[in-house]
């Protein structure tokens, strides 16, 4: 059921005990808005505790209160009367939906999310971010905005407007971020610490640079990584973007395989709503940035996804 801001401030007053959630391969949001709201919510009086059913990549490991984020370990439970989903929609949450089962509320940003199998939905597919959104539900709660608060919400808008270079930068994502800055954060800060990468990763960026190929009369460049290559380096995060610059590119994407038959999609446009490509292949996201997994080997995974951007690009097979 489709709710509003209010209401879904509403049912985070009547609740004591909340297990707060997001999703796997966690970004910035995911892990900025759960951190976030477990301090707002704490702030209150509440009992709330933060399950990601996935490891977080290094750079997110310094945000305030990192360190209480929980995994599910099979067979474990958690005692709460309210289960809130941030920045995705029910599909991708791996474990955490069996400690509870308390209703569910939903609030995110992401065009695709339908409310499938949650009780309550609120989605703004205009906030830049899960952040912008969590933002505006501390203000409905009058919460304090601390600086730890301001330090994971920043986070998660300035990871997911790319430092507010894309599209779904608005005039209300820079005022929200200025209000943050007001309230205590330090955006060279939080800049340096997400764009350092290992020696690795710099490494493995190499690698991707040179399994670049290009389709459709160069319209789509692709970086596809094997499993043997992935395992070599712990993250490919900001990869996609080296490529998505090409200016003959609409659509850029990156295909690793994370184990053998299954292959990781992410799919940035120009132009091309691609989250519609990626819901038609299992997955979602935004208009110019989505994603999905293709449970199948890295070749025929390469031949559904290039098929599928050619059919929303109106070219024919390459
Ligand atoms: P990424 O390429 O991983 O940065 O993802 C781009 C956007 O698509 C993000 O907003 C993701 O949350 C979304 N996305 C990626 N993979 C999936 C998926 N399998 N299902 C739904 N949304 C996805
Ligand atoms: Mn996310
Ligand atoms: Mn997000």
Redesign the pocket.
Known sequence: MLITLKDAATKLRAANKILITA?I?P?G?AIGSTLATMQILRGLGKTAQVFIDDTVRKNLHALPHFDEIRRPVSGETFDADLLLIL???A??LGNVRKLTNAPALNIDH?I?NTGADVDYLYVDKDAAATCEIVYRLARELDAEITPEIATCLYTGIAT?TGFFQFSNTRAHTLAIASELITAGVSPHFISERMESKSLAEVQGLAAALNSLKMYFGDKVAGMILDHATMKKFDSTEGF?DEIRVIDTVDVAF?LSERAPNVC?????SKGVDV?KI?TSL?????VR?????LKTTLDEAEKILVGAIGNALGVGND
Do not use: F, N, P, Y
């Open positions: 999703h391969q970004d949001d920045d995705t929609s599909e991708r992401h695709t997911d996609i990156l990781r999609v992410s799919m940035r989250s990626a299992g997955g979602g996201g935004h940035a989505a994603g999905c997994t």
